[in-house]
């Protein structure tokens, strides 16, 4: 099979720990995707010889297919996150996707309210979705939730009021406490439940970011009463279950 590749079209720096890359395919043909979807970048070779391969959601809309934007968080240690940035403009990168089943499901979102919630570098994945065609005629029933820690800089509100530009629904933005906090968990559910205590139960999910807060926030939709099979969770971090006992509203 012959190599996919991604050119970088374009790069900027928008805050100390974060950047916004832009891609077109090599081959000039255009990119498909549904809003909300993903792509693994092959990175490079580390130390060891190990291909770093990291999955990026698609920050950018649907509607345009000649290029697309990713934005990346710079993690210091990061490997991806420290190579990406040194990149020059019209450096190519293998890569694989559209990734994402669950978004790329035609049959999802059904008809009904939805929420889309995303704690930390899952706001991509929430814009991706928001701006996507299949939500464009379904803002009006939707709700969007961005869990934040303070005084993170990876998309400042008014670079994402810029992202968002041109669509109604504006993410309601929520601070809690940092990724090794041991509230964070209870606070992200105390959010939840002042979110949904007026609104009726959402038909439709999609949580993306820390894997430890969103398993607890879909398990408590599914305690009330959103079916399990429309819920789409993406963890980019925190992937694993951890031995930390389950939180629940009461
Ligand atoms: C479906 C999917 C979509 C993703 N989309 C994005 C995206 O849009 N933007 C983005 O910046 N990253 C995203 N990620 C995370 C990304 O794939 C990499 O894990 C991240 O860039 C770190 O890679 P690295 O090689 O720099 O760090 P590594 O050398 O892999 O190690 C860094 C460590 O930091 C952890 N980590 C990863 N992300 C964070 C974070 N935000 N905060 C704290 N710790 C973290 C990793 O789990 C790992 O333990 C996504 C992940 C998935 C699975």
Redesign the pocket.
């Known amino acids: 099979m012959s190599q996919k590749l991604l050119k970088l079209i374009h790069k900027e720096n928008i805050s100390a720990s ?1 950047d916004i890359y832009s891609f077109k395919k090599s081959d000039g043909s255009p990119f498909e995707f549904v809003g909300g979807q ?1 792509i693994i970048l092959n ?1 490079g070779i580390d130390e060891d010889g190990k291909v ?1 391969k ?4 698609i ?1 950018s809309s649907d509607s345009k297919t000649d290029s697309f934007q ?4 710079r ?1 210091g ?6 190579i990406l940035p040194e990149l020059i403009l019209g450096s190519e990168l293998e890569y694989s996707g559209p ?2 089943k669950f978004v790329g499901d035609p049959t999802w979102p059904s008809p009904g309210f939805s929420l889309i919630l995303a704690t ?3 706001v ?2 929430l814009a991706g979705l928001l701006l996507s065609k299949k939500f464009s005629d379904r803002l009006d029933s939707t709700i969007a939730v961005w869990l934040k820690t303070k005084g993170e800089d ?1 998309l400042s509100e008014s670079e994402l009021a810029k992202i968002l530009s041109g669509i109604s629904n504006f993410p309601n933005i929520f601070q809690i406490p940092p ?1 090794s906090n041991q509230n964070r968990i209870s606070n992200a559910l105390e959010i939840l439940k002042s979110i949904l205590g007026d609104c009726t139960v959402p038909e439709n999910v999609f949580l ?2 820390d894997g430890n807060v969103l398993r607890e926030v879909r398990s408590e939709l599914v305690r009330l009463g959103t079916l399990e099979s429309r819920i789409g969770m ?6 694993q279950r951890n031995t930390s006992p389950a939180i629940s509203l009461g």
Do not use: P
Not at 54 to 57: F, K, L, Q, T, V
Not at 70 to 73: D, E, S
Not at 77 to 82: C, E, H, P, R, W
């Open positions: 974060s993903y990175v770093i990291r999955a990026y959601s920050l990713i934005c990346v968080k993690l240690t990061g490997k991806a996150s420290s990734w994402g930390d570098t899952g991509t994945s990876f990724i993306s970011g993406e963890a980019f971090f925190n992937t």
